[in-house]
Structures are given as C-alpha cells and as structure tokens.
C-alpha cells in the first residue's frame, strides 16, 4: 500500500468521525463544568478528556466485541446510558445556567473554584466518545481486511488522533469564546445549548429504544 493511499485511508476515518463527535457540542458543556475552575485547570481538564476519549475509543477499537460480549452490553445500551447523563446535565445547564459543583455558597477559593474531575465523564464519554463514535471506529474496524489488520488498526488509530487533537484546539479556545461573551453572554448560551443537549440527549434515548426494539423484535 502506498503512501497516498494510507494517507487517503486516515482521511476517511477523520472525515467519518468528526461529524459524529462534533467537538463543537462539547464547548457549551465543558464551559459550564469549568466555569469556576482555574485556568490551569480547565486546560488539564481539556487534556485528560481528550486522552480518555482516544483511550477509549482506540479500546474499542481493538477490543469492542469482546468488551460487549463479556459485559453484555450494546451499543443501544450505550446510547441509552449516555443519553441519561447527558440529558441530566442538560437539565442542569437549562434550570440553573450552572453545573451543581459551582452551587456551593462558600468563599472558600478552593471550593469556589469547584476543581472536580469532569474528564471522564461526562466530557470524555459519553460527550467526545459517545455511542456514535464507538460504533463508528468498531465500524472501521470490521472492515479491515484479513492479514492486514497491523497496518489497518494503525490507519484508524492515526485518524483517531487527528480527530481528538481537532476537539482537543475547539476545548482550548473555548476562553475565547467565554471571554468574548463575558459573565451574562456565557450564562445565556449555557442554557441554550442546555435546550440543544436535551434535543441530543432525548435523540441518543429514542435511537437507543428504537435499537432495543428492533433487537428484541427480531429474536
């Protein structure tokens, strides 16, 4: 396989997953996860939910099927799952315009900062590794030929990488964006991205059901 040709497979991986993890929707709810925290912090907190997702996207990647298989899930139950955390976040962002970590009425700096761990979770999984990112590696992945699953794994964990240092720069400017609106500008667009969550969230639920549905009807 030539260069251009292992150049042309890592594009179409980049160009299949970004639609499907769209960094962009995961500005709104890390700037209200990481409103109180320091700077410092808010960019480590970028970092480590960018490492996570390729984590966890390159683990199912590699081990999906078998990772479903020993704990009994799908991807519908994936999907469901993620939707609950998301919508319940949503809700949060819509009724408060704040996450609850920064509800705390102390003066405290270190609590007033509220420097909890969201990397994980949710921005991490299911936000930048969401059930539709899952399915769209395990996707590629099925389809690597036989005796070239080697290179094949290697093109697909490269476009993972691309894709995760893209939301990797949309997360590191998203001060820009907070510093361009200011206090009243950013607690506006938190609850309406709070209303866009609750849209995707209610879509990963009724996906997910309708997935059930179609699974259970069919055995």
């Known amino acids: 396989m030539s260069i251009l040709d292992i150049l042309k497979y890592i594009s179409i991986v980049v160009v299949g997953l970004l ?6 929707t995961t500005i709104p709810l890390y700037m209200a996860l990481t409103s109180r925290m320091t700077p410092a912090n808010k960019k480590l907190q970028a970092k480590k939910a960018c490492f996570y997702a390729f984590c966890i996207l390159s683990t199912f990647l590699l081990l999906g099927n078998g990772i479903i298989a020993l704990f009994g899930i799908s991807i519908p ?10 919508l319940i976040l949503a809700l949060r962002m819509i009724f408060s315009g704040e996450d609850s970590s920064s509800s705390v009425d102390t003066e405290t700096t270190e609590i007033k900062h509220a420097d909890l761990d969201y990397s994980f979770s ?12 899952i399915a769209v590696v395990m996707g590629f992945g099925s389809q690597i030929p036989d005796g070239s699953y080697m290179l094949g794994y290697s093109i697909v964990i490269i476009g993972i990488l691309i894709t995760i240092s893209v939301a990797y720069l949309a ?5 820009i ?11 506006a667009v938190t609850k309406i991205m709070g209303f866009l969550l609750t ?6 639920l009724a996906s997910g059901i309708r997935d059930f549905y179609i699974e259970f009807s069919t055995m």
Not at 19 to 24: E, G, S, Y
């Open 177 to 187: 964006i907070e510093k361009f609106l200011g206090e009243h500008g950013v607690q």
């Open 171 to 175: 997360l590191a400017s998203a001060h």
């Open 19 to 24: 639609p499907i993890m769209n960094p962009l």
């Open 122 to 133: 949710p921005l991490a999984m299911p936000s930048l590794a969401g059930p539709g990112s």
């Open 77 to 86: 139950g994936i999907r469901v799952a993620g939707g609950i955390i998301i």
């Open 199 to 204: 849209c995707v969230a209610v879509q990963f």
